[in-house]
């Protein structure tokens, strides 16, 4: 809407960057979900009598020659607050202005401006989802989303349709991206704004459920998903944070409901509480460097990590949610804290950066604040400090599916075993494994730590890293309050100019 103000041609540009748009860090699930919303997008833009122009290159080489090709004087985006994405729109914005360029950008991926939140936290990212709410209130409710453009609003609007923009500029095609699709199955989640409205209007049209949602009351090893599977269309802006809020705030109207931290607006806001730490604290996704992370002295083993990926770890709820996660690019939330648990402070000692990358990957919802919090949080690292609460790689999934339902659709090497061994198979004896037709150690895997010993030795690694950290900075009250911005960037004065 706002590139359409005193306008007379319109370009919709979706910049291919190889930076963010690499097969090495990019998965298979994730590209086949982010061409879908391309050409969902490019659908919507044509009942609009425009369409969408897909450019592959690196953004500060496309936009000069696009700037001139096409005569621009205007260009809006929308604010990415990824350190990444602030420096190359930085980079992008000076370009503009060397080419008389105009740059108008909205803060409209997150539910407030999160330059707000640590300006009303006394310049302070703020490290508990207690502080978060209470600056939240005071900020009130996040801005309703404005309605989508119409034909009304394009009348006077042309998006020239060249012959060379038509050939250059087209949504590619998995293939000519160079993915061997042969491996994809099913596509549970599709890519678009479309399937995300007809999905959130699905899940608020079961109104008890909504009211009555508590995330940790749902199941991670569910057959089908128990919570509304909307992250993947908010991380890609198929479905804005503003209209979800928005539209639950509706069916909450003159019902009793949950409340945040576990409700529905309180996973929101646990998004907007992870975006606003990763804007406030300085190297958010590495533990080097981040003065809110304890140093913990992790071990390299590329044989535990690569069992973890691979789902060959031989403890069977941990390998079918690493096998869900690598063939439809979604796991519950409390099957993430399960496998992130095991693979840092549980039982492999690995670095949660290690664990953060591949998620990035294989994630469809993958987002690089989230990514970087909940690892954090997960490996007791930051914000969560309960380091000795571990979850165990066996009971947990028994307490939702006793007979193994989940680890048997996703792991059918085990289907044959009796309830007793499926979330244990090497405890059975030979004759219940050959009549299963699945000898541990030949078919599957034997486990590759003895979790009950394992986890008991890393309580104390981690008590340790506590007691160092400690010593070291002597309780700093960081911690608890937060951490001091650092100068303001050119980014975040233009921003503070534009709000005059």
């Given at each position: 809407?706002?590139a ?14 190889p ?14 979900f ?5 050409k ?6 044509r ?24 005569k621009?004087?205007k260009?809006?985006y ?7 994405s602030?420096s ?19 803060v ?7 330059d707000r939140?640590i300006?009303e ?16 209130k005071?900020?009130g ?7 989508a453009?119409?034909?009304e ?14 050939h250059?500029y ?12 042969s491996?994809?199955?099913?596509e549970?989640?599709?890519g ?14 079961k ?12 199941s991670p ?33 003159g019902?009793k409901h ?7 607006h ?10 606003t730490a990763s804007?406030?604290v ?14 913990v002295?992790?071990d390299?083993?590329?044989d535990?990590l ?17 096998t869900?996660l ?6 519950h ?11 840092t ?9 290690e ?19 909940n690892?954090?949080?997960l490996?007791?690292?930051?914000f ?18 006793k ?8 792991l059918?090497?085990l ?17 219940v ?16 730590v ?5 986890s008991k ?7 340790l890293?506590y ?7 002597d309780?700093?009250p960081?911690?608890?309050?937060g951490v001091k911005?650092?100068?303001p ?7 503070k100019?534009?709000k005059?």
């Amino acid at each position: 809407m706002a590139a359409l103000r005193d306008c007379k041609e319109l370009y919709p540009v979706f910049i291919l960057d190889p930076h963010l748009f690499d097969k090495k860090w990019v998965g298979i699930n994730r590209w086949r979900f982010l061409l879908g919303a391309l050409k969902d997008l490019d659908c919507s833009l044509r009942l609009l009598n425009s369409r969408l122009f897909v450019v592959r290159g690196k953004p500060e080489d496309m936009f000069p020659k696009l700037f001139t090709k096409w005569k621009i004087t205007k260009l809006t985006y929308e604010f990415d607050a990824e350190p990444y994405s602030v420096s190359r729109d930085q980079k992008v914005a000076a370009l503009a202005k060397e080419h008389g360029v105009e740059v108008v950008y909205k803060v409209s991926h997150t539910l407030y401006d999160t330059d707000r939140i640590i300006e009303e936290n006394n310049g302070k990212a703020p490290l508990t989802y207690n502080r978060m709410q209470v600056l939240v209130k005071t900020l009130g409710p996040p801005k309703k989303p404005i309605l989508a453009p119409t034909v009304e609003d394009m009348k006077d609007v042309k998006s020239p349709q060249l012959e060379d923009d038509a050939h250059n500029y087209p949504i590619p095609s998995m293939d000519e991206l160079g993915h061997d699709t042969s491996e994809l199955g099913e596509e549970p989640f599709p890519g678009g704004e479309q399937e995300a409205l007809r999905r959130l209007e699905e899940n608020m049209k079961k109104t008890g459920w909504v009211c009555s949602f508590e995330k940790p009351q749902t199941s991670p090893n569910s057959l089908s998903p128990s919570t509304t599977v909307l992250s993947p269309y908010v991380t890609f802006g198929c479905l804005s944070a503003r209209t979800f809020w928005w539209r639950l705030t509706e069916v909450y109207q003159g019902k009793k409901h949950s409340d945040p931290p576990v409700s529905l607006h309180g996973q929101l806001l646990w998004r907007e509480f992870f975006y606003t730490a990763s804007v406030g604290v300085p190297n958010f996704n590495k533990m080097e460097g981040n003065p809110v992370c304890t140093q913990v002295d992790w071990d390299t083993n590329h044989d535990y990590l690569t069992a973890w990926r691979e789902a060959r770890t031989g403890f069977p709820f941990i390998d079918a949610i690493m096998t869900q996660l690598r063939r439809e690019g979604w796991i519950h939330h409390l099957a993430r804290h399960a496998v992130a648990c095991f693979l840092t402070r549980g039982d492999l000692w690995i670095s949660w950066e290690e664990g953060q990358k591949v998620f990035e990957t294989l994630l469809l919802d993958g987002d690089w604040a989230l990514n970087a919090g909940n690892w954090q949080w997960l490996s007791a690292s930051t914000f969560f400090h309960q380091y000795f609460r571990v979850y165990s790689p066996v009971a947990f999934g028994k307490k939702t599916d006793k007979n193994g339902d989940y680890i048997k659709k996703y792991l059918p090497v085990l289907k044959k075993f009796p309830a007793q061994y499926i979330y244990e198979p090497w405890k059975a004896p030979g004759s219940v494994q050959k009549a299963a037709g699945c000898i541990v150690g030949k078919d599957y895997p034997r486990p590759i730590v003895e979790h009950e010993v394992i986890s008991k030795k890393n309580i104390q690694r981690m008590k340790l890293a506590y007691a160092k950290r400690s010593a070291d900075t002597d309780e700093s009250p960081s911690r608890k309050q937060g951490v001091k911005r650092k100068a303001p960037s050119v980014v975040d004065m233009l921003r503070k100019k534009g709000k005059k």
